[in-house]
């Protein structure tokens, strides 16, 4: 993350257009290969989550192979931390491409494991409902005047306070069985990771206080995607139902 491009001090008036004017080809293409990333893995993961959807045998077997579940999580958390701390192995390609397939194919499996417990009304309710609030909070970051990016300490203040709250939820729930605290922790999550959506695309699109590094490609269609996933699971675990 850095913040902003500096201002040129050339007094030429048409290098200094030509200059601005690379710098927004240089954004615009990079908001658009995070994107199109972005598409790519959200594709890769409905795949996934479609197959115990249609067919009774696999999700049987989904059920019987809890452990693949486990392995994907760990695989998960350790590509996500590599990518978010090493800032050599999220920018040097091809190592970038392969980490990034590896993450999509980890979260693919954990949402595939986690949906096939769900029914396929309550799974594509909630596909709708992310669908159009992800929608309304891409425009609405894009469009607002607010500088988001410059609101993070109030963002990492929220996460605190919602991490304390899920794990006396967490708690309350196995030994007071009050169940209805992790609907309530799932419903403010969701409202905070589209806080976060709305501060990663203001990241991304850049001319605020920080912006990403046209470099970033890879951390940032991770950040979007984590972001609208999140969304979805939390949603699930509201309005989601047994099969």
């Not at 954004?27 to 249609?54: D, E, Q, S, Y």
């Not at 005047?145 to 990492?156: A, E, H, P, Q, R």
């Not at 203040?157 to 196995?174: A, D, E």
Request: glycine letters at 4%; one cysteine or more.
């Amino acid at each position: 993350m850095e913040q902003g491009y500096g201002a040129t001090t050339n007094d030429n008036p048409d290098a200094k257009y030509n200059l601005h004017f690379s710098n927004q080809s240089v954004r615009a293409a990079f908001v658009r290969k995070v994107f199109t990333l972005v598409t790519i893995m959200f594709a890769i993961t409905g795949g996934f989550c479609v197959i115990p959807m249609v067919s009774e045998p696999f999700r049987n077997w989904v059920y019987d192979n809890m452990w693949l579940y486990l392995v994907a999580i760990v695989v998960f958390l350790v590509v996500s931390i590599a990518l978010t701390c090493c800032g050599n192995l999220r920018r040097t390609f091809p190592t970038n491409i392969i980490l990034l397939v590896i993450f999509t194919l980890s979260a693919a499996v954990m949402t595939m494991f986690i949906t096939a417990y769900y029914n396929v009304q309550s799974v594509l309710i909630c596909l709708c409902i992310t669908t159009v609030c992800s929608a309304s909070v891409i425009v609405y970051s894009i469009k607002t005047k607010s500088d988001l990016t410059s609101k993070m300490g109030i963002v990492f203040m929220l996460s605190m306070v919602l991490f304390s709250f899920g794990m006396f939820s967490l708690i309350f729930s196995l030994i007071f069985k009050w169940y209805f605290l992790y609907s309530v922790y799932s419903g403010l999550a969701a409202l905070l990771m589209m806080f976060y959506l709305a501060l990663d695309v203001q990241l991304l699109m850049g001319g605020r206080k920080y912006e990403l590094s046209p470099e970033d490609y890879i951390f940032a269609a991770m950040e979007i995607f984590l972001d609208i996933l999140n969304i979805f699971l939390m949603l699930l675990n509201i309005f989601g139902r047994g099969r």
